[in-house]
């Protein structure tokens, strides 16, 4: 069974940082991974979507990096806003008929103006 | 872009009454749509898979007969909390995939439930 973890569970940092976001999954036999934000109360918004043939994949200033071979991603926020402020999901779509999803905990970011 | 959205947004209702989620995507058809409940500061758990036309398939531990599921249409699917009680109370999230597109999910932005 797919097992997601995510680590920190809580970040804190102040404005203007770069940092990273970390992603691990049990089963490399994965399709593809996804990075989601959710603010407090609210839905999901994808972010990055990596297929499982793909290493990274960037959008503004984030970047996602993904070793299958080695159970991991990460999510790099580059000059970090207090408009990040959210937690943040990954979630890896298994190999296979099957096509649901399977979520980390996520990791809460806060950004410090 | 694709939309996904839910009715109602928040709900409260009396213990033992029975709740309908609707999940819609409003601009492309959803042969699948899938059902995720979150608990406080956990993550999505993924409760039931609706096929369009056929019967979910639910999770190991999700309760058939409490969680009815519904995909009546490409568009549609309800999920129906039946004899809520308080311990049903959670964020309930549907998503859909798009026909043709499997390769993403769109989320529904997410049904509060409240149960007294």
């Known amino acids: 069974k797919q097992e997601v973890t995510q680590i920190p569970a809580a970040l804190s940092v102040p404005e203007g940082e770069n940092l990273v976001l970390n992603c691990s999954f049990t089963d490399s036999a994965i399709y593809n991974l996804q990075w989601f934000r959710q603010d407090p109360g609210k839905g999901l918004t994808s972010l990055l979507l990596i297929q499982s043939s793909q290493r990274e994949q960037t959008s503004g200033r984030l970047n996602a990096s993904l070793d299958k071979s080695s159970g991991r991603s990460t999510l790099y926020i580059a000059a970090s806003q207090p408009g990040d402020s959210a937690t943040y999901l990954c979630a890896v779509r298994i190999s296979g008929s099957a096509r649901q999803l399977t979520f980390g905990s996520g990791t809460q970011l806060t950004v410090l103006p | 872009g694709a939309v996904v959205s839910q009715h109602p947004s928040r709900v409260i209702c009396k213990s033992g009454t029975s709740v309908k989620i609707e999940c819609r995507s409003l601009?492309?058809?959803?042969?699948?749509m899938f059902w995720y409940r979150q608990f406080p500061k956990q993550s999505l758990m993924l409760m039931a898979t609706s096929n369009e036309g056929s019967k979910a398939t639910y999770e190991q531990g999700v309760e058939k007969d409490k969680f009815l599921i519904n995909h009546a249409s490409l568009t549609l699917s309800t999920l129906t909390v039946t004899s809520a009680h308080p311990e049903d109370s959670s964020f309930y999230i549907c998503?859909?995939?798009?026909?043709?597109?499997?390769?993403?999910?769109?989320f529904g932005p997410g049904t509060r439930l409240l149960v007294l």
């Open positions: 998503s859909a995939e798009r026909r043709g597109v499997g390769e993403t999910q769109y």
């Open positions: 601009d492309f058809q959803a042969t699948t």
